[in-house]
């Protein structure tokens, strides 16, 4: 598991985690990040934080009609942008939501496992665990 | 500016004949950079000297800058209008999630022009925009943004702007509130969209954007995420945030006390920063794109009365201006009853510094004997009692009778008609920041093209002048230095809590990432010429400089610096005037 949330409930809600990957995947924005974090209904309430936790027998890759999606040594997936015809059900297999949609390209934006969000997070909400 | 920088697209918004259509003016983002530099320029284009603020035609204008979105703490959009409080500039600034959504639905600045027929709310989602009818949520108080979140999609970012009653009621210092616990505070942003029954509006969008050097960018984005994080200069932010001022402050005698008639408070130390962070605080929040979270939230638990064993546990966002608006200033030094006066101001959708200060006024109209139990209905307003001030609080909104009419039209008026005008404490008719701390906040406000403490931050001048002897003409020429600098950060839209990273040079850098190539004699003369603009706005409305004055109640009272000569005073505003000539 290479990034985990250790403790939400520490989360600000500042989203600098989501321009950090963002900026992993060589973009300025919000477009092609997978990262997110929502207030739990309210921002009193605190924010959850959802992010890919590179699975060994990723449902996101058996989802995958075109096999665009390989499954990595350490787990989570790698993204074969010439086979991914962009239906999206990649996405709907995630449970934890962790892949993001570039309306652009119309392709799924996959977590690449760099552990940017982590590192950037300024109050460590998150751990980034090589294995 | 990027030749595909989406931030030159301004949506205009009709809400008379709910149409909306966008107009590219790279022109306008190319010579004021954006925020306030853009925004003043279109309320020159689309506000004349006699729009009646309102009117229809008084437009609603929003802007962000070329930094956000790109840099961290380039959190804030500017709002501008004529203010319905001041009848001249309204300018106020806020953060939340709204610049970020704003830049990421695509736009650099929103025209929302006209008046709807019924109750309505603009929901902007990227491209499209629609008119959604609002006549069920008209009269709600803080419900009515939970319902629209729950209604409206919102793929990527968004955020939910909205006004409570005290902008129905169109009180003139109502608030519009975004996210909760954000607000365009001041001069009655809240009241402007009352009065074109607009009762919120919400952004949403997601986008990539360009930099002229990806690895560039990289490097100076880690570097302001360190120092943003890091930095000694941002510690006061981070740790009890402002109200680490409240004892200081006391200390210097520079938090003004019960309308500025004494400097002393017993208890005062029971509303510091301290304390609120140990009884209270009970969640750090941040504005989106910023690492600082510098917004404090106090979880009060309140016992419902009629039933046992039932509380309820209501978060309230608190700084130090609250602390000083709606608790010292109405010397009240317990922190449970300012959380309790916080709740209902947010309730009702007001200004909080221009309620505290109204109230204050109104406490000392009623001890003077100029207003009696006559006016105010029976209630009698004193130093500390909560009750009292919680309901004429809901009188300044819902009461019908001429004085809580009055009243809703702040000091300024309700001293012109009631007297008291000698201890009314407005700069430029807009109440009293929570600074009484020399000739830098005192002429600050009076001079500020907003006249709030955020124009030049006078106290920082003042604290200065604790130490050091200034004379009349270093003073001004600190207060328009100040103020022109800022037109710089609040075009970008850099929160004014980063001013101490964002330097001149770091500015240039960014903006050369965001396509603009500037040397700093560019970026004095943009301050200056935006600076110039808004004077030259507010002089066209009505703005004179011959009427201008201290109150006299800034005289009485030992500020941290002294007494505040009368004679130093005039020097000042000798100088600020002939200097502000000479730019326009
Ligand atoms: S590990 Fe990298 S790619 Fe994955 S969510 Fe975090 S920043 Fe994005
Ligand atoms: S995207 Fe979701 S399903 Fe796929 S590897 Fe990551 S967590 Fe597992
Ligand atoms: S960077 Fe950290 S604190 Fe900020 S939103 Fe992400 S997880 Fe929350």
């Known amino acids: ?131 | 500016m990027i030749k595909t920088d989406p931030l030159k697209r301004i949506l205009y918004i009709d809400l008379t004949k709910k149409k909306f259509w966008v107009e590219e003016r790279p022109d306008l983002f190319e010579k004021f950079l954006g925020g306030t530099g853009v925004a003043i320029a279109l309320l020159q284009e689309n506000c004349s000297s006699d729009t009646d603020p309102f009117s229809p035609e008084n437009p609603i204008i929003f802007a962000v800058g070329p930094l956000n979105g790109l840099f961290p703490i380039a959190s804030k959009t500017v709002a501008m209008f004529k203010s319905p409080h001041t009848g001249n500039l309204g300018e106020s600034h806020a953060g939340g999630r709204s610049a970020i959504a704003i830049r990421m639905a695509g736009y650099g600045a929103i025209v929302i022009k006209g008046k709807s027929e019924r109750p309505c709310y603009i929901s902007i989602h990227g491209d499209k925009v629609f008119f959604r009818d609002a006549t069920t949520l008209w009269g709600l108080e803080e419900s009515a943004g939970r319902i629209i979140r729950t209604r409206e999609p919102g793929a990527g970012l968004r955020t939910i702007m909205r006004i409570g009653p005290a902008g129905e009621k169109l009180v003139s210092f109502a608030c519009v509130t975004l996210e909760t616990y954000r607000h365009f505070g001041r001069l009655g942003l809240g009241t402007v969209f009352g009065s074109k029954n607009l009762k919120a509006l919400l952004v949403s969008g997601k986008r990539d954007l360009s930099v002229t050097d990806f690895k560039e960018y990289k490097n100076l984005y880690s570097l302001l995420l360190r120092e943003l994080s890091e930095s000694e200069k941002m510690k006061k932010y981070h740790e009890l945030g402002t109200p680490a001022n409240v004892l200081p402050l006391s200390f210097s005698k520079g938090i003004p006390i019960k309308n500025l008639r004494t400097n002393e408070l017993l208890g005062i130390e029971n509303i510091s920063g301290e304390v609120f962070a140990q009884k209270h605080l009970g969640r750090r929040v941040a504005c989106c794109h910023c690492p600082v979270a510098c917004i404090h939230l106090a979880a009060l638990r309140k016992p419902y009365e009629d039933e046992p064993y039932f509380y309820r546990t209501v978060y309230l966002s608190y700084d130090y201006e609250l602390i000083y608006a709606l608790g010292s200033m109405l010397g009240i030094t317990s922190s449970e009853d300012i959380l309790k006066l916080i709740e209902v101001v947010e309730d009702m959708g007001l200004d909080a510094i221009s309620t505290g200060v109204v109230l204050a006024w109104v406490t000392e109209a009623f001890e003077k004997g100029i207003i009696s139990e006559k006016q105010t209905e029976g209630i009698i307003p004193e130093w500390g009692n909560l009750n009292a001030y919680v309901e004429i609080v809901r009188k300044i909104v819902y009461g019908e009778s001429e004085f809580y009419k009055d009243i809703a039209r702040g000091v300024d008026h309700a001293s012109s008609k009631y007297g008291g005008k000698d201890f009314a404490l407005t700069y430029g008719k807009n109440e009293m920041p929570g600074y009484h701390t020399g000739y830098g906040a005192h002429i600050g406000y009076l001079f500020g093209a907003r006249h709030s403490h955020l124009d030049s931050a006078g106290y920082a001048i003042d604290k200065e002048a604790m130490t050091k002897h200034f004379t009349a003409e270093q003073i001004v020429e600190k207060i328009l230095n100040e103020e022109q600098w800022r037109q710089i950060l609040s075009s970008l839209v850099i929160c004014f809590f980063g001013r101490e990273i964002y330097t001149p040079e770091i500015v240039l850098k960014s903006l050369k990432l965001a396509g603009y190539e500037l040397d700093e004699s560019n970026l004095r003369k943009i301050a200056q010429d935006i600076y110039a603009e808004k004077y030259r706005f507010k002089i066209k409305s009505g703005f004179n400089f011959d009427s201008l004055n201290l109150p006299r109640r800034v005289f009485e009272l030992p500020s941290s610096n002294g007494q505040i000569n009368e004679d130093f005073a005039r020097r000042c505003i000798e100088i600020l005037k002939i200097k502000i000539r000479d730019l326009l």
């Not at chain 1, 250790?6 to 092609?32: M, N, P, T, W, Y």
């Not at chain 1, 924010?47 to 096999?67: I, K, L, N, T």
């Not at chain 1, 990595?72 to 086979?83: A, I």
């Not at chain 1, 239906?87 to 652009?104: R, T």
């Open chain 1, 1 to 131: 598991m290479p990034v985990y949330v250790k403790d939400s409930e520490k989360c600000v809600g500042c989203l600098i985690c989501i321009f950090a990957c963002g900026r992993a995947h060589q973009a300025v924005g919000l477009e092609s990040s997978c990262i997110k974090v929502r207030s739990q209904g309210g921002i009193s309430r605190g924010f959850s934080v959802w992010v890919c936790r590179g699975c060994e027998d990723p449902p996101c890759a058996r989802a995958c009609p075109e096999d665009a999606l390989l499954v990595r040594k350490n787990g989570g997936v790698l993204l074969n942008e010439s086979k991914c015809t962009g239906c999206g059900y990649c996405i709907k297999a995630c449970v934890l939501d962790a892949i993001g949609w570039n309306s652009l390209t119309n392709k799924p934006v996959i977590c690449i496992q760099c552990g940017e969000c982590a590192k950037n997070c300024p109050y460590k909400v998150m751990e980034f665990k090589r294995k």
